[in-house]
């Protein structure tokens, strides 16, 4: 079974280009965040060092850190992860496919796995266009509600996560994984034909059609 993995970081496109292309062409759209909780659970219960510490802190605790403290805890967390969503891969039945995408999908953890250059990429946002997207959320301010400063809350969180998206950056440089940084300025339906280029996906549906 294929499985094309879209990874990078919060608000750069993911969802959108995954579900768009799992429609488009009739794969399994698996989403990491939407059981990102029961991972976290399963790992603070088994003992993951970073998943239990990030369960026992407060929202004051944890987004009052250091950003770069934050974003070296992120990595580990999705390290301490990677194996429940490699067990939840195992439990999907597809014919054509699954397209999933995730912050999780660091490119040392696929690089660890053998996983094709041709069936990963990584999609992050720029810093300014990250911020646009969080303020217009309508969740963040409960996210933030128990921090005694909000607006630095904030602006620590997309620190975090601008510093973490340039360690996606520098982990597909080194391992050889495209790495896409969406400003904002290119539409959707440009962006997606990226992603199902490198993918293949167009030419693998040409293939089928001339099989039927």
Not at 20 to 47: C, E, N, P, S, T
Not at 64 to 77: A, G, N, S, T, Y
Request: negative net charge.
């Amino acid at each position: 079974m294929h499985i094309y993995c879209i990874g990078g970081s919060p608000c750069s496109g993911k969802s959108t280009v995954a579900q768009a292309l799992a429609i488009k062409h009739g794969l399994q759209y698996f989403k990491v965040d939407d059981h990102l909780d029961r991972y976290m659970k399963q790992g603070a219960a088994d003992g993951k060092e970073a998943c239990a510490h990030s369960a026992a802190m407060s929202p004051e605790e944890i987004w009052m850190r250091d950003p770069l403290v934050q974003c070296q805890e992120e990595l580990r967390i999705y390290e301490e992860i990677f194996p429940y969503v490699l067990a939840d891969w195992n439990a999907i039945q597809s014919e054509k496919g699954i397209i999933t995408e995730g912050a999780a999908y660091l490119p040392a953890l696929m690089q660890a796995q053998g996983f094709p250059a041709d069936h990963y990429l990584a999609l992050t946002p720029t810093k300014a266009f990250q911020v646009s997207h969080y303020e217009k959320r309508e969740w963040v301010p409960y996210v933030l509600a128990d921090c005694s400063d909000k607006a630095r809350a904030f602006a620590n969180w997309m620190e975090r996560d601008a510093l973490f998206a340039k360690a996606v950056q520098q982990q597909c440089g080194e391992l050889g994984y495209v790495s896409l940084i969406n400003d904002g300025s290119m539409a959707v339906d440009r962006l997606m034909g990226m992603v199902e280029n490198h993918f293949g996906l167009a030419q693998n549906a040409q293939n089928v059609m001339r099989k039927s």
